[in-house]
């Protein structure tokens, strides 16, 4: 096999960015909010609509994610929209959706 070719996943900073991302996504709750917003841009009140739980525990989990870097946000009038701002993270959600959300 062509060695020259394969990507390589050796730099630290890569391998430090994935595993404090997969640490962040590893709580059920945050990976249920990331599965909610997918591509979409979602007000907080709707998350917590679509996530069951109150308003307080989603905002401490989206403070996590916005930490993390893994959810941007944006403010209109009175309402708050969270989306994922990382397409990496993106693609990691939809191979999850694929592999562990699909019904047979």
């Known amino acids: 096999m062509d060695t020259l070719n394969k990507p390589t996943i050796y730099d630290d900073n890569d391998i430090n960015r994935a595993a404090r991302c997969i640490k962040a996504m590893s709580h059920p709750l ?3 909010i990331l599965c909610v917003l997918g591509t979409n841009s979602v007000s907080v009140q709707d998350i917590v609509e679509q996530v ?3 308003q ?3 905002s401490q989990h989206l403070a996590i ?6 959810l941007g946000s944006k403010k209109e009038a ?3 929209y969270y989306y994922i701002d990382d ?4 693609q990691l959600i939809n191979m999850m959706r694929d592999v562990f959300c699909s019904r047979l």
């Open 30 to 32: 945050r990976l249920k």
């Open 52 to 54: 069951g739980t109150s």
């Open 56 to 58: 307080s525990n989603i």
């Open 65 to 70: 994610l916005r930490e993390k870097n893994i």
């Open 78 to 80: 009175n309402r708050v």
């Open 87 to 90: 397409n990496r993270m993106l």
